[in-house]
């Protein structure tokens, strides 16, 4: 049988006449409409006729391992080009055309990285100088295997406050000053190390991907809490209080209420010092800003305010005539390496799996927003390498955990930065600094590196207008932002994150779990079906049910799936069917009492003759043999015949009849047939396989067709694989599209039940 797809099945003279809805619009809608008409005429396919059709076979597996473990010169040469990029993009570098750009990008942001290494450091309760290492080693790594050309890679404020919530918790607090910053920094290192493996073992095993269970909603709510974080640990240095230490849960209010509590001890000093660097800041921020087009590059305000605040800590000796605490001693020259503690990394394993995936989904979504505007590719698992590489190194050189600052890879973008080599400049003054003048700002304010800080927390902070837009928007996504946000907030950075993707993924599952169901309709002179609820236009095929689901049916959601559908179709189903046992029950009773009492009679009148014969006296021997033979057929043939005439008349004559919905009294559906629109079915388990099964069992007894359409090849496999075909549900069943189903359907009207469940067969 052959199909025109553009008319509606059940009406074949309508491409004769106007169409109605072109009939409603102006005559050049109408025109341009007929100018885009199309019609096609195949055959009406089931997924048996299109696998005769299209020639199906099984699919070749892809086994990548076998491309892993094949050893030749070539496989050696590509690995080694993957995992060292430098070696590709090097050689091809336009030394005429990128250096200038590189150069003063890499020197814009190393005036940036100095003091907010100096200003990180303290967040994450080590040593200002320690920020100064960690901005050289990781950067420098980075260069040699990082794949995204415009991410500054180094201190970040997010990462320094996850360490500094270990650090603090690991390293106790009544010890002296040297001994805990001792104490600390050997935490710190460990952590970074054990953070450097786990980044480098997923990306060798290219795990990537995990990254991608931190949507964008969680990563910006966690961020925007962890802003929260910073701020509130750079209070002490603002007032200049000094404050007990506390992790864990509810460490951050703990922290408000103790400021709170002393902040009649606060230093005068020291506040008006933060406050005057903070306005400077912010001066020079909006300038920038505001003649962005006019200056070749930003007015390094960081910088001018670090050397200023040093010049004016040292003249005026602040911190003996205000009690202004400062930086102290900045010793020069490169740390020799140092191995990790290893009987730490049972207590930072948590922590350091956390911080990792953290610091790689910050990276990657920055390098790849950057390689889309630039319009080159960035690795996600070499990226996870050589951030991996960058801590794991830097952990041995006593630096602290990394990833890359979103303020320093616009600045290296803005100022012509165009590939690693703006990283290795920036890295090599970084070095220039911690080698021969670090020892200058040994009487930096530690309030002026609390105010840089804060005033780096801008861009974060800002995203609470996340809030206003995610609630236009999208309700899911705001849901998640906010319990990722309170979560850090009441729970830490570490529990706090874990908590988050739990509550991510169990939204996902809800969702899923709650669909959107709806009854499909025929848009009119088109093979296209549509939710009847939302197109007014649409309209259901008469004697036809058309019902789809917005998700994949699996165990969480089968159940929802079969009451949504009975619900939609208008029929109570199990009522129905429980009518109908119960009617057919009786009717078997009724039958076999009637049965009984036949079978009774017929016993009384054999014995009434058995009687008559033996009371005959008078008949001779051979007689009585005789009428003992016609006796014992009148017992034994009357019962018989007529068990033979109920069985096969009656039976085979009005089962089918007294079977039927109609016959019982009972509703029919006010349709013959269902379809199942399968097209979101993205994979099949076994609980899914028995729920399409009782479907088409429950809707068989009530005298409905079932069909399945629109299945995609694998699902299909997956079918074949769970025996989900067989005698009574055959891929005749299964057609390749909603109107193919529809079209057989008008084809193959109610059918007649012979059994308690009918088969149609095709």
Same mark, same amino acid.
């Given at each position: 049988?052959?199909?025109?797809?553009?008319?509606?099945?059940?009406?074949?003279? &309508?491409?004769?006449?106007? =169409?109605?809805?072109?009939?409603?619009?102006?005559?050049?809608?109408?025109?341009?409409?007929?100018?885009?008409?199309?019609?096609?005429?195949?055959?009406?396919?089931?997924?048996?006729?299109?696998?005769?059709?299209?020639?199906?076979?099984?699919?070749?597996?892809? =086994?990548?391992?076998?491309?892993?473990?094949?050893?030749?010169?070539?496989?050696?040469?590509?690995?080694?080009?993957?995992?060292?990029?430098?070696?590709?993009?090097?050689?091809?570098? $336009?030394? &005429?055309?990128?250096?200038?750009?590189?150069?003063?990008?890499?020197?814009?942001?190393?005036?940036?990285?100095?003091?907010? @290494?100096?200003?990180?450091? +303290?967040?994450?309760?080590?040593?200002?100088?320690?920020?100064?290492?960690?901005?050289?080693? $990781?950067?420098?790594?980075?260069?040699?295997?990082?794949?995204?050309?415009?991410?500054?890679?180094?201190?970040?404020?997010?990462?320094?406050?996850?360490?500094?919530?270990?650090?603090?918790?690991?390293?106790?607090?009544?010890?002296?000053?040297?001994?805990?910053?001792?104490?600390?920094?050997?935490?710190?290192?460990?952590?970074?190390?054990?953070?450097?493996?786990?980044?480098?073992?997923?990306?060798?095993?290219?795990?990537?991907?995990?990254?991608?269970?931190?949507?964008?909603?969680?990563?910006?709510?966690?961020?925007?809490?962890? /802003?929260?974080?910073?701020?509130?640990?750079?209070?002490?240095?603002?007032?200049?209080?000094?404050?007990?230490?506390?992790?864990?849960?509810?460490?951050?209010?703990?922290?408000?209420?103790?400021?709170?509590?002393?902040?009649?001890?606060?230093?005068?000093?020291?506040?008006?010092?933060?406050?005057?660097?903070?306005?400077?800041?912010?001066?020079?921020?909006?300038?920038?800003?505001?003649?962005?087009?006019? +200056?070749?590059?930003?007015?390094?305000?960081?910088? +001018?305010?670090?050397? @200023?605040?040093?010049?004016?800590?040292?003249?005026?000796?602040?911190?003996?005539?205000?009690?202004?605490?400062?930086?102290?001693?900045?010793?020069?020259?490169?740390?020799?390496?140092?191995?990790?503690?290893?009987?730490?990394?049972?207590?930072?394993?948590?922590?350091?799996?956390?911080?990792?995936?953290?610091?790689?989904?910050?990276?990657?979504?920055?390098?790849?927003?950057?390689?889309?505007?630039?319009?080159?590719?960035?690795?996600?698992?070499?990226?996870?390498?050589?951030?991996?590489?960058?801590?794991?190194?830097?952990?041995?050189?006593?630096?602290?955990?990394?990833?890359?600052?979103?303020? =320093?890879?616009?600045?290296?973008?803005?100022?012509? @930065?165009?590939?690693?080599?703006?990283?290795?400049?920036?890295?090599?003054?970084?070095?220039?600094?911690?080698?021969?003048?670090?020892?200058?700002?040994?009487?930096?304010?530690?309030?002026?590196?609390?105010?840089?800080?804060?005033?780096?927390?801008?861009?974060?902070?800002?995203?609470?207008?996340?809030?206003?837009?995610?609630?236009?928007?999208?309700?899911?996504?705001?849901?998640?932002?906010?319990?990722?946000?309170?979560?850090?907030?009441?729970?830490?950075?570490?529990?706090?994150?874990?908590?988050?993707?739990?509550?991510?993924?169990? +939204?996902?599952?809800?969702?899923?779990?709650?669909?959107?169901?709806?009854?499909?309709?025929?848009?009119?002179?088109?093979?296209?079906?549509?939710?009847?609820?939302?197109?007014?236009? /649409?309209?259901?095929?008469?004697?036809?049910?058309?019902?789809?689901?917005?998700?994949?049916?699996?165990?969480?959601?089968?159940?929802?799936?079969?009451?949504?559908?009975?619900? =939609?179709? @208008?029929?109570?189903?199990?009522?129905?069917?429980?009518?109908?046992?119960?009617?057919?029950?009786?009717?078997?009773?009724?039958?076999?009492?009637?049965?009984?009492?036949?079978?009774?009679?017929?016993?009384?009148?054999?014995?009434?003759?058995?009687?008559?014969?033996?009371?005959?006296?008078?008949?001779?021997?051979?007689?009585?043999?005789?009428?003992?033979?016609?006796?014992?057929?009148?017992?034994?043939?009357?019962?018989?015949?007529?068990?033979?005439?109920?069985?096969?008349?009656?039976?085979?004559?009005?089962?089918?009849?007294?079977?039927?919905?109609?016959?019982?009294?009972?509703?029919?559906?006010?349709?013959?047939?269902?379809?199942?629109?399968?097209?979101?079915?993205?994979?099949?388990?076994?609980?899914?396989?028995?729920?399409?099964?009782?479907?088409?069992?429950?809707?068989?007894?009530?005298?409905?067709?079932?069909?399945?359409?629109?299945?995609?090849?694998?699902?299909?496999?997956?079918?074949?694989?769970?025996?989900?075909?067989?005698?009574?549900?055959?891929?005749?069943?299964?057609?390749?599209?909603?109107?193919? /189903?529809?079209?057989?359907?008008?084809?193959?009207?109610? $059918?007649?039940?012979?059994?308690?469940?009918?088969?149609?067969?095709?």
């Amino acid at each position: 049988m052959r199909i025109f797809l553009a008319p509606t099945p059940n009406s074949s003279n &309508r491409t004769a006449r106007p =169409r109605d809805t072109q009939a409603l619009l102006p005559a050049t809608q109408a025109m341009e409409l007929r100018k885009r008409d199309y019609h096609m005429e195949r055959p009406l396919l089931n997924q048996e006729h299109l696998e005769e059709l299209g020639h199906r076979g099984s699919a070749p597996r892809a =086994r990548p391992w076998q491309t892993w473990l094949r050893c030749s010169r070539a496989r050696a040469h590509a690995l080694l080009l993957q995992h060292l990029p430098i070696l590709v993009w090097l050689p091809r570098y $336009p030394v &005429r055309d990128w250096l200038l750009g590189d150069l003063l990008s890499g020197l814009s942001v190393a005036i940036m990285q100095l003091p907010q @290494g100096l200003a990180y450091a +303290l967040l994450a309760g080590l040593p200002p100088v320690f920020g100064l290492y960690s901005s050289f080693y $990781p950067v420098f790594i980075y260069f040699l295997f990082g794949t995204s050309r415009h991410i500054s890679v180094g201190t970040f404020a997010v990462m320094s406050v996850m360490v500094g919530s270990v650090t603090e918790s690991l390293a106790p607090q009544a010890l002296n000053d040297s001994t805990i910053n001792a104490a600390r920094v050997q935490v710190a290192s460990t952590l970074s190390v054990l953070v450097g493996l786990f980044q480098v073992g997923l990306g060798l095993v290219h795990f990537g991907f995990v990254v991608t269970y931190l949507s964008e909603p969680l990563v910006r709510g966690y961020t925007t809490a962890a /802003a929260v974080q910073v701020f509130v640990s750079q209070l002490k240095y603002v007032f200049g209080l000094h404050l007990s230490s506390h992790s864990g849960p509810l460490s951050l209010i703990y922290t408000v209420l103790e400021v709170c509590w002393k902040l009649p001890q606060s230093k005068v000093g020291t506040m008006v010092t933060a406050a005057v660097a903070g306005v400077v800041l912010v001066l020079v921020k909006l300038l920038n800003d505001k003649l962005q087009q006019q +200056l070749p590059m930003p007015v390094p305000g960081e910088l +001018l305010t670090l050397i @200023g605040a040093t010049s004016i800590s040292y003249g005026m000796d602040l911190k003996q005539k205000f009690d202004v605490d400062v930086v102290g001693n900045i010793p020069t020259g490169l740390v020799p390496p140092v191995a990790p503690n290893s009987q730490l990394f049972s207590k930072l394993m948590g922590s350091a799996f956390a911080i990792a995936l953290v610091g790689f989904a910050i990276a990657i979504s920055l390098g790849k927003i950057f390689a889309l505007r630039h319009g080159y590719r960035v690795d996600s698992n070499q990226e996870l390498v050589a951030l991996g590489l960058s801590n794991l190194i830097g952990g041995i050189f006593q630096c602290f955990p990394v990833s890359c600052s979103m303020s =320093r890879s616009l600045v290296q973008e803005s100022t012509g @930065g165009n590939s690693q080599v703006a990283g290795a400049i920036s890295s090599l003054f970084i070095l220039l600094i911690i080698v021969k003048l670090g020892e200058l700002f040994h009487c930096l304010p530690k309030a002026v590196l609390a105010a840089i800080v804060i005033v780096n927390l801008k861009g974060m902070l800002r995203q609470l207008s996340d809030v206003c837009s995610l609630w236009k928007a999208n309700r899911a996504d705001l849901l998640i932002w906010l319990v990722t946000f309170m979560a850090t907030i009441l729970l830490n950075l570490d529990l706090g994150l874990v908590a988050a993707v739990i509550f991510s993924l169990l +939204l996902v599952v809800v969702r899923t779990q709650r669909p959107h169901y709806s009854i499909l309709g025929q848009v009119p002179d088109t093979d296209i079906y549509r939710d009847v609820a939302e197109y007014s236009e /649409a309209k259901e095929v008469p004697g036809v049910k058309v019902f789809r689901s917005s998700a994949t049916m699996y165990f969480a959601n089968a159940e929802f799936y079969s009451d949504a559908l009975k619900q =939609r179709c @208008g029929v109570d189903v199990d009522l129905l069917i429980s009518q109908k046992k119960k009617l057919l029950k009786k009717q078997e009773q009724l039958k076999l009492k009637q049965l009984q009492k036949e079978k009774k009679l017929q016993k009384q009148a054999a014995s009434s003759k058995d009687t008559s014969v033996s009371i005959n006296v008078n008949t001779s021997l051979e007689d009585m043999r005789s009428n003992d033979a016609e006796d014992c057929k009148a017992m034994v043939s009357p019962g018989d015949k007529m068990e033979d005439a109920t069985a096969s008349g009656q039976e085979d004559s009005k089962a089918a009849d007294v079977a039927t919905l109609k016959a019982l009294g009972l509703p029919q559906p006010d349709f013959h047939s269902l379809i199942l629109d399968l097209s979101a079915l993205s994979f099949v388990d076994t609980v899914c396989l028995k729920s399409l099964k009782n479907i088409f069992r429950d809707f068989r007894e009530i005298e409905v067709e079932v069909y399945m359409a629109a299945c995609h090849s694998p699902v299909v496999s997956q079918l074949e694989a769970g025996h989900f075909f067989d005698a009574s549900i055959t891929k005749k069943h299964l057609f390749a599209s909603v109107h193919d /189903a529809v079209t057989f359907a008008l084809q193959h009207p109610r $059918p007649v039940p012979n059994s308690r469940v009918s088969v149609t067969r095709l």
